[in-house]
């Protein structure tokens, strides 16, 4: 498949992961008329039944290898915990968006900080660290508290702890248990926002408004559209954005996410190469989805619009809400709530901090918005951020 090449309607788009974004992908390329086959890569279908075709084995199993290749004409993936082998494989057989360099780059927190810090963009200062010493000389040169994170295989605050200055490195070291980490000053946040950006393979591409969020127990709560904050500050965000997707030379759907520290620093936390959490407003709230924007890609299709229709705040729904693992919760405030969006993933079962749905309120206005979820929260006993 060439740069110009452009897949009809009904040609196969292989998926590499099957949660809750392959579902809404799967959504969307039944509205667009592609079809899509989804490796889960464990041995359960989850979210992904929605698929026209399911392959639910592991991410080493050679007979999935050569059913998913078979089946489909390009890929891309919805979470970036992929084997970088199986990603370069994928790759040696078909299209991939993103490249098996840039989800290599975004999955792995060392790679993803040198990638940042060579190419001149803002982050948390921050050492690499292997070893009690390189704990103890990374702590020393930062001079404040820190959090130490592992190298792989984080997310939603997981694999990560924050480190005193005055802490034992050799204690902290080898309660952590892994081989390498990144230590990263511990930034006083005024803010955390993030910015979508949807590039395609010709290097064309568009960013949407940043969003404002919230975050519980390390989870992301609640996003805010258009973001609270001043003009110049979005602006940067949304630049800073696009330049990141220029750097990786990505194709598909990024988000960047973003530290607003006290002191006014602009930073770049850390990089998902995937449709994001905080985008899923764009199912109702843009002009084009995230979703679209990710198949578009993949399908060689011009971009779509990135527009803003209505302000929106989106509410992540965890297990924690849920009476039982398999007893839903009441929603009759939030279907009775002009303007509101109820999306559930269809997961068998609910665990705490599992996310099984979100909310989008759309309104004329970010407060009534937010007044609107406010109401549908308090029967759950939930506080609105600060």
Known sequence: MDTGDVLPPNSWIGVLGGGQLGRMLALEARRMGYRLITWTGVDEIGPAALADEVIAKKFDDPSAFEAFTAWAQVATVEFENIPASLLHAIAGAMPLMPSAEAVSICQHREREKTFLSDKGFPCARFHLVDSADSLRAGLDALGVDAILKTAEFGYDGKGQRVTRLDEDAGSVWAAFGAPRAVLEEKVALAAELSV?????????????????NFHRHHI????????RLPEAILSEA???????????D???VMAVEFFLSTDGRLLVNELAPRPHNSGHHTLDACQCSQFEQQLRVA??????????????????LLGDLWPGPVDFPDWSDVLRTPGAKLHLYGKAEARRGRKMGHVTFLADTVDEALAHVRRCREPFGLKMPD
Request: glycine share 12%; with cysteine.
């Open 196 to 212: 979508l950006v949807a590039r395609d393979r010709a290097g064309n591409c568009v960013a949407y408004d940043p969003a404002e």
């Open 220 to 227: 992301l709560d609640l996003s805010i559209i258009p973001a």
């Open 238 to 248: 949304r630049q800073i954005a696009l330049g990141v997707a220029e750097a990786l």
């Open 250 to 252: 990505y194709a598909g």
């Open 299 to 316: 399908a060689g299709l011009p971009l779509g619009g990135s527009g803003l229709l209505k302000p929106a705040v989106m509410w992540n």
